[in-house]
Structure formats: C-alpha cells, structure tokens
C-alpha cells in the first residue's frame, strides 16, 4: 500500500487509461478522484470497484475544454483531501481533420482540453503540493508527439507537443520543492478511442510494427502510471516512459 494516505485526481477517470490507472492508483492505496465528463454511468461503476478496495472514491463532472470548468474541478476535487498526484488523461484528438482544414476554432478546442487544462490544474494544484513538500504530477502523451502524427490528427500532436514542452520545463523548477513532473507515452494500446479513430486496416498494419506482434492493453499504462506515483520511482523526473511494445526499436 505504498500510496496509502494520498489522494490522486485522474482526469477523463472513465475513458479506457484513465479507468485503468484509477483503479491501479487504488489498488496502491490511494484514495482517488475522478474527473468524467458525461459518462456518469461508467463513473459511477469505476468508484464502485475503488470502494470495494477499501478506498474512497469521488466523482466530479466538468468540461475540460472551459477553463472556467478546469478551474471548478480542482477546487471541487481538492475539497475532501488536498491533491498529492494529479494524472493528466484526458485529452483526444475529438475528430479528424486534415491539417489544410485547421481553422482557430478547432485550434482553440484542442488546446483548450489537451494543453491549457493540464496548466490550470497544475497552476491550482501544485502550490499545495509544494507546501505539503512533495507531490507527482504525470502528464499522458502519445507517440503522435514523436511521430508527428497524421495528416488528420495534426492538432492533438501539436497540442501533445506543448504539453510535453510543459512538463519538461516544469519538472526542473519544481524538482527542488519536492514536486516530481513527468510524461506516460502509450503506444497503440486497446481503447474505444484507437477503435473509434483508426482507419479501416490501420490497427492491423501498427500491430505488425510492433516487436511484441499485439496492440497494448489499458492496464499496462496503468500499472505504470501508478508505479511513478509511489516513492520507488522517487529518482525518476522529467522522463518520458514510453509504453509502446517496442515500437521505436
């Protein structure tokens, strides 16, 4: 029960990581929040098996691309317990569209939920863990980041690119004041998100890519994103972990 006695507020909690990583954090010993959107339903059967662990479990509702909203979730997650890991998940590419089609209202809703919220929590979160004298912060990126990414998901790696950016910067300053920053880049792993977006034959193509021959599971970002919350991965800073298969070898 390494995390006994912390309190970790996952953002997107219901999507396929954010489920895995909730439930990883608690089975660690750590009581957790989780951030949904609007699946309430989905919410409500994560707490349950976080409270059948013995843990507590809340659940907040926010629009993550509102900075109003970002702000709301921080001061309504933090008000039971104060925050000592915040797992910035949430964050997907909303929908395709090619890179000649990119306008500054689709600039500004992906920046808005995969950049400027994982900010704003960090701008609410951090003093505290900073007073408290530690606290980790992980933020979920992707491969799109290292790759580029498609023509049709060009937004979601930009925005990846600049929260990436963030940690590496902010890992450094607040390394100091007991505060550890870091990054989880999952490979093609399992998810609603990669059936919903991929291309008809794409996945197939990835897993012939991979060393491993299989597209990952949500569990194995999970596990690992618990991991880096506890004290055995305390040395660890400012690092990307790359969770792919294998994928760059």
């Known amino acids: 029960m390494e995390l006994a006695g912390r309190t970790a507020l996952v953002t997107g909690g219901t999507s396929d990581i954010g489920a895995a990583s909730a439930r990883a954090l608690a089975r660690r010993g750590a009581d957790v929040v989780i951030h949904y959107h609007r699946s309430q339903a989905k919410a409500q059967a994560i707490a349950a098996d976080i409270s059948a662990l013995g843990r507590r479990c809340e659940l907040v509702q926010a629009d993550l691309t509102v900075t109003k909203e970002a702000k709301r979730l921080a001061a309504e997650a933090s008000a039971s317990a104060p925050i000592d890991i915040l797992v910035n ?54 491969t799109a980041v290292q790759l580029g990414g498609t023509d049709s998901v060009f937004a979601y790696s ?70 880096l ?19 760059y070898m």
């Open 229 to 247: 919350a506890t004290d055995a991965a305390s040395f660890v800073v400012g690092a990307t972990i790359h969770v792919n298969g294998g994928i």
């Open 158 to 227: 930009s925005a990846k690119g600049a929260l990436l950016t963030l940690t590496y910067g902010l890992a450094r300053d607040l390394a100091p004041k007991g505060v550890r920053v870091l990054t989880v880049s999952p490979g093609t792993i399992d998810t609603e998100f990669q059936r919903t977006m991929a291309l008809p034959g794409q996945l197939e193509e990835i897993r012939e890519r991979i060393p491993l021959k299989r597209i990952g599971r949500p569990e194995e970002i999970g596990e690992v994103v618990a991991f």
């Open 89 to 142: 998940n949430a964050g997907t590419p909303i929908r395709r569209v090619h890179w000649l089609e990119l306008d500054d209202a689709f600039m500004d809703l992906q920046f808005a939920l995969t950049y400027r919220t994982p900010l704003f929590l960090m701008q609410q979160l951090v003093p505290g863990m900073i007073e408290r004298g530690h606290g980790v912060v992980i933020n979920l990126s992707s």
